[in-house]
């Protein structure tokens, strides 16, 4: 089945790293993806990665992928006010043209 | 380059009315999505284009919804009559071809209000 499950809020302190945690259950999916909301918008890519890797670093982003666990993660180093937003976990689901199945969203909060 | 176009961004309706989205992808951009956001959840695919042809529409109700793309270009979801539980936010995206990278390209959304 098609399922992207994530935890729904995290607060962090400014200036401190967050991470995001996300388990899906497409083993076969080619690609996975972080997607940020800002409130009132669209969702914006972040980035994403590859299946074949196991991280991918970004200026203050990483991305890790453990495929045995199906678990994937998102690292913010030095997270600002400006980070806060929702953050979506998605697969590409193997079944389908580029269908991209989303997780709930982990509600990302910093405080001062 | 424009982004992914939307409207209306808002719309509050009475429940069995109907109503009617539209959005325009970046242009040259094959394969067109509506997503539907309920809040708190995160979106889920309603429908798929490549070009002007259905490739995945296995979770639109549609004794109530439809959607098309004339032309392959712009693309209209109506829904009719509307329930309750249609309130959520329309999300339209948008993305190049098959996805080397599968990177979808969003609009702001259409949020609807049953009443």
Redesign the interface.
């Known amino acids: 089945g098609e399922d992207v499950e994530q935890s729904l809020f995290l607060s962090v302190r400014e200036g401190d790293s967050s991470v995001i945690n996300c388990t899906y259950t497409d083993s076969s999916s080619t690609y996975l993806y972080w997607y940020k909301q800002e409130p009132g918008a669209g969702l914006q890519l972040l980035t994403y990665i590859f299946s074949n890797m196991d991280m991918k670093q970004d200026q203050r982003l990483t991305v890790l992928l453990n495929k045995k666990d199906k678990h994937l993660s998102l690292r913010i180093a030095d997270t600002q006010t400006g980070d806060s937003a929702i953050y979506f976990c998605a697969e590409s689901f193997s079944g389908g043209y580029n269908k991209l199945i989303f997780g709930a969203g982990t509600r990302l909060a910093v405080h001062p | 380059e424009a982004g ?1 176009a939307q409207s209306p961004r808002y719309k509050i309706i009475e429940k069995r009315q109907s109503v009617a989205f539209w959005c325009n992808p970046i242009s040259g951009h094959a ?1 067109l999505y509506w ?1 539907q956001q309920i809040l ?6 309603l429908i ?1 284009f ?1 070009n002007n042809g259905v ?2 529409d296995s979770q639109l109700p549609k004794d109530r919804f439809s959607a098309e793309r004339l032309k392959g270009v712009d693309s209209t979801l109506k829904i009719q009559p509307a329930k309750l539980e249609d309130s959520a936010v329309y ?1 339209c ?1 948008s ?1 190049l071809d ?2 080397k ?9 259409s949020r609807l209000t049953v009443l």
């Open positions: 992914v394969t997503y708190g959840q995160g979106p889920k695919l798929q490549q490739v995945d999300l995206a993305s098959r996805g990278s599968g990177e979808l390209f969003f609009g702001e959304g």
